[in-house]
Structure formats: C-alpha cells, structure tokens
C-alpha cells in the first residue's frame, strides 16, 4: 500500500527518492516525506499532505541545502492516525533514529505504553513511531545499527518493511521485512531499497528480492543479508525485463486508459509460449503440473477484490465444463474461520501484486495442513518474485506488464485467460476434456484478442453513454452465468473511480429485492449474450422496463433485444462462447465506469481511500 524508497549512494540521492516515490504513487497514498543524513551526520527531513509535488514544493522552499548520499523517503497511505504532516513518514526518535515502515505493526498500543512510561515523547498517532523508539532503546546497547534492528524487531507483531538510518552510522542504511514486500536495487558504489522494481527503474534493472525475515545491511561498498536466525546468506541478483518505457503514459490521459487498451496484448502475451494451435501446454503450469491435475478431486480459489471476481467466474467453467466442485472465498474471510478442506483439493490463490495479506496469509494456513493432506498450491500472478510465487507449488505468471491504475483492468483479462487454460490442463490430466473441446477453447483464446479490439471501438458511443451518469448517485449492474461476475466487476469498477453507489445482482434475483431500488434516477446496466439464459434475461428487462427504470444493455449482435424508450443497446460482440464471453463483456464496463469518473472529476488513477497492492489487512 504505501511505498519505500531509499538509497546510500556516492551521488545526491534527493533526484533518485523523488523519482522513486512518483513511479509508486499508484499504489495510493495521501502524505509523503524524506529524510536525509547530511555531512554533519545530522537529519534534515521534509513531510507534505498531497501529492508527490507538494512535497517538492516544500524542499525547495528549504533555506539551506537539501542533498546528501544517504536518505529514505515515503509515501503514507493512512492506518494508524488521520492524514496529516505529522503523521506522515519518516519518523524520527532523539533526532538519532530514522524509520520509514510499510505495514501494521499490531501490538504498538502496548509498546506505546512502556515507551512513555520510558520517557519517549509521540509526535505523532501512527504505529510506525514505536518502531523507530524501539531501535533507539535497542541502539544504546548495541554496537552496530544491524543489531540494534534485529534485536527490535522481536518485539513487533503484524507486518513491516522497514528501511532504517542512524546518525551514529551515517553510512548505513538497514532494510527488513516481514509480511510486506521489499526489493534491493543493486547499483555500481550504490544501493537502493523499494516498494517494487517500478521505483528505481531509471537506476538499475538488477535486484534483490528479500525473503520473509530477512535482514540486510547496507552501505555503499557492499550488502550483507541476515536470515531470520540472524544466519548471514546470499540471495540470487535478478535482471527485471521491465522497462522505464513500460509504466508510462505515452499518448493516454490515465494508466486506467492506457491499461485498458493494451489488454488485447497482454492477452497475446499471456498466451505466448503457452498454447500451440489446437492445444494448451500443462508445462506452463510447472514441470510437475500433470502429475498434480491428476490427483486433484476439487479445487479450492481464494482471492480479493478483481481477483476474487475472476474466480467466480472460472467456478462456473470448471463444474459446467469438466464437471470439478470448485469452491471460492474472499481471503479475509477464510483465514479467519476454520474451513474443511478435503484430500486431494488444489488450493488457488489469485493476486495481481502476488503481495496480498490476506491470501498470502490463507495460502499460508493451508500450507500447514500439508503434512495432514495433499493440497497442492498454484498461484496465478502478474508479478515474479512476489510473496505468492515463492510460496506457491507452482506458479502461473500473467504477462500483463505492470499495471499503475489502482482499479484493476488488463490484470483481470489476463487472470481469465489464465483460469481459461488451467481448466484445460486439468480437463486434460483428468481425461474428462476431449481434443475437441480442447481445440474450441484454443480456437477462442486466439480469437480474443481482435474481439477484445472489436469491443474497444465502442468506446465513443460509451463515452455519450457516460453523460447520463453526470447527476447519478446509484447504479444496478445485470448479468445471468459468468455474466454475473462480471456484473461485479462493472459495478466494483464504477465504485472505484467514480464513487457511485453500485451493487450488481444475478438478474433472476430481481424480484428477490432490488426491484424496490428501481426508479429513473438509478441507471440498469445489463449484459446480454446469446446463450441459453439470454430469454430470461429479456424478461428481467421487462420487469425493469415496467418500473421505469433507464436500461443500458451490452448485448451480442445475435442476442436481440428490443430497442425500445429508455432502453440504450450497444451491440458489443458477436461469435463468443463460454469462456471468451465473460472476457470480452468485462471490456465496455472497463470503458464505461472509466469515463464516468471523467465526467464526475474523480482522481482515475488513484481512487480516494484506495491503494493499488493491499500488503496490510
């Protein structure tokens, strides 16, 4: 959620952490700050409301020189204290000790306790400022900052990223995580810590991945990795294929825009080297893959937000298509409770960030019960190296390239496209799908990148659309099958940038309630495909159409429905079948709830509240 960049260095690091913390601002924040050791090993810090550029603002109004080879930098998505300057990071103890923290640490409340019962003085109500207490205590009987970390952090409980500095070693700079993501960019004379790759881009393109527990020291000769023993070891460098070019806007107004365009590639990308032309390779699933799919009696799919959306999709493709039970859950909700898992269940966790908290700590859960039962665990992800993958059995990468807009869009296309094989691989392995079902899947997902470019062509007559939004305060989202959450994509998407109230239904469940939220101030939109509910659906309409409410239908050319007063169509596709269907419908919602944020004003790319990776719970 919030974002880290920090950097000992033989240049002026100011530059490098300004441009960091612009490359992470989509992962939502609301303050920023940075703190810098200058050459009197004294700190200099700068905090800001706002945007990234409130805070340039600020240093350069600095009377005196704001440059130094050391410094941490941040930007705060609130938990803990509202947003405001003095609650934004970094905090400083004794003007000694320097933290900047992603995460939630649990038990701050009873070190805060001990800490003024001690002597510390809070400036601030955030969670963070125990933690750069705690180092200060830890300092003053350790002979090294690395020490004084290690010997901190066993008092926390929750989940933290830390990058650390002291002025008693002006040179060092100490990075630990736990339950947060942290990456080591690695420089010549230079090193850097992140959020993610993203940040330091336009400095290096190798990295460190951290594990869970580690600890390292860093100075501008060299970097020392601590294990969560405290046990000294190495840890691979990896070359990042992604490119500064990569996360920028080029000629679109807003990532959210500019990712939605470039699903048709990221779905050309997702299937590269995974299918041939009459078939889907298990082996993208991992060398052991087969062997697995053969086992499995069910599956079980843990998810948030867009991806728990792409599960209940890929629910109705396992038991309609090969006949699987398959079971799916917000992951905040099965971590907490004590579900019955069964022999032989794949357990799926779907994650963009492959950071989420909460599925990594239901992935997590379950791994306990392994000794007990066989559960395999696959990940589908678009980011290598993240939590998820490394603790996953196996592990299918999206390529949807990076995605900056905090409401998901090509992450969700490519995660369908993802389940779409793996319903195929299992079918195979299972021997319940036939070379012919198999070749209408394939054929299919060849297809959709031109049906997902044939939707985007709509895009004018679902900007007019978007006009009659500009006084609306409610929306009611339709769909039938797969249709349905897909319906919960588009109503969650239209929250997310517009910030109007939208709430999606199954439409048989009309008469169940929502009916009674129908009125001509609350917009009906409906997906219509021509597949065997589409007469239900019509009918639903007409339950709407009666109740005067204004209908929008996105229908297949082949569907049908009347044009009549108060009923807009826009004939989006044509030629989709169950698996692209979904797919290729989610498009327009895309496009609709992205110009109705233009027309309502709202921030598209950092929604208020919002952040792009929930690394907290």
Not at 16 to 43: C, H, P, T, V
Not at 199 to 212: G, K, M, R, Y
Not at 487 to 509: D, N, Q, R
Not at 561 to 581: C, F, M, N, W, Y
Request: charged residues 20%.
């Amino acid at each position: 959620m919030c974002g880290i960049v920090c950097g000992v260095a033989e240049r002026n690091i100011v530059p490098i952490l300004l441009e960091g913390l612009k490359r992470l601002e989509y992962r939502g924040y609301d303050s920023a700050g940075i703190a810098l050791l200058n050459s009197q090993s004294q700190f200099q810090r700068v905090r800001s409301l706002g945007k990234i550029v409130n805070l340039e603002n600020c240093i350069q109004a600095q009377q005196t020189d704001f440059n130094s080879n050391i410094g941490i930098a941040h930007t705060r998505w609130a938990t803990h204290g509202v947003p405001a300057e003095h609650n934004a990071h970094p905090h400083i103890c004794n003007n000694q000790v320097a933290v900047v923290h992603n995460g939630i640490i649990e038990n701050y409340q009873s070190l805060k306790s001990d800490q003024i019962a001690e002597g510390y003085v809070f400036t601030s109500e955030t969670d963070t400022e125990v933690i750069a207490h705690c180092i200060h205590k830890e300092l003053q009987n350790s002979s090294t900052l690395l020490r004084a970390v290690q010997q901190a952090i066993n008092h926390f409980k929750g989940a933290f990223a830390l990058g650390v500095i002291t002025t008693n070693y002006p040179d060092t700079l100490i990075a630990a995580r736990k339950g947060s993501p942290l990456v080591i960019g690695v420089g010549i004379g230079e090193f850097f810590i992140a959020s993610d790759v993203s940040a330091l881009l336009p400095v290096t393109q190798n990295f460190i991945f951290l594990e869970e527990g580690d600890i390292a020291e860093i100075t501008r000769q060299e970097i020392k990795i601590y294990d969560l023993d405290g046990k000294l070891i190495e840890r691979p460098i990896k070359q990042s294929q992604l490119t500064t070019n990569s996360i920028e806007l080029g000629e679109h107004r807003h990532f959210m825009h500019k990712e939605i365009f470039e699903q048709p590639q990221a779905v050309m990308d997702t299937l590269e080297g995974r299918v041939t032309k009459d078939t889907v390779l298990i082996s993208a699933f991992g060398h052991q893959a087969e062997e697995i799919f053969k086992s499995i009696k069910q599956i079980q799919i843990i998810a948030c937000g867009t991806s728990y959306h792409s599960g209940l999709v890929a629910k109705y493709w396992f038991e309609d298509i090969i006949g699987l039970p398959c079971h799916v859950e917000v992951a905040s909700e099965y971590r907490y409770r004590n579900p019955v898992i069964q022999n032989n269940t794949l357990f799926i966790s779907i994650s963009q960030s492959g950071e989420t908290a909460d599925t990594l700590a239901a992935l997590q859960k379950v791994k306990q019960l392994k000794n007990k039962f066989n559960i395999p665990t696959l990940t589908i992800c678009n980011v290598p190296e993240s939590s998820l993958t490394r603790e996953s059995d196996l592990t299918f990468l999206t390529h949807a390239g990076p995605e900056i807009g905090v409401a998901s869009t090509k992450a969700f296309t490519t995660q369908l496209v993802a389940l779409s094989l793996l319903l195929t691989c299992i079918g195979k392995s299972l021997g319940v799908m036939s070379q012919v079902q198999e070749q209408l899947i394939v054929d299919g997902l060849l297809k959709l990148p031109n049906l997902i470019r044939n939707v985007l062509k709509n895009e004018s007559l679902i900007q007019k659309l978007a006009n009659s939004f500009a006084d609306k305060h409610n929306a009611l989202f339709l769909g039938r099958g797969t249709m349905a959450p897909i319906a919960m994509e588009g109503a969650l998407k239209l929250k997310e940038v517009s910030y109007i109230h939208a709430e999606a239904y199954p439409a048989g469940e009309l008469k169940h309630g929502p009916l009674a939220l129908i009125d001509e101030q609350t917009p009906v939109i409906a997906i219509a495909p021509n597949d065997d509910l589409i007469e239900k659906l019509k009918s639903n309409l007409q339950e709407v159409k009666a109740r005067g409410g204004q209908m929008i239908v996105f229908e297949d050319e082949w569907s049908n429905v009347d044009s009549v007063p108060g009923l807009e169509i826009i004939k989006t596709t044509k030629h989709v079948g169950r698996i692209t269907a979904p797919i290729t419908f989610n498009i327009p919602l895309q496009l609709l709830s992205y110009h109705v944020a233009l027309i309502k004003g709202t921030d598209v790319d950092q929604p208020r509240n919002l952040a792009k990776s929930v690394t907290v719970e």
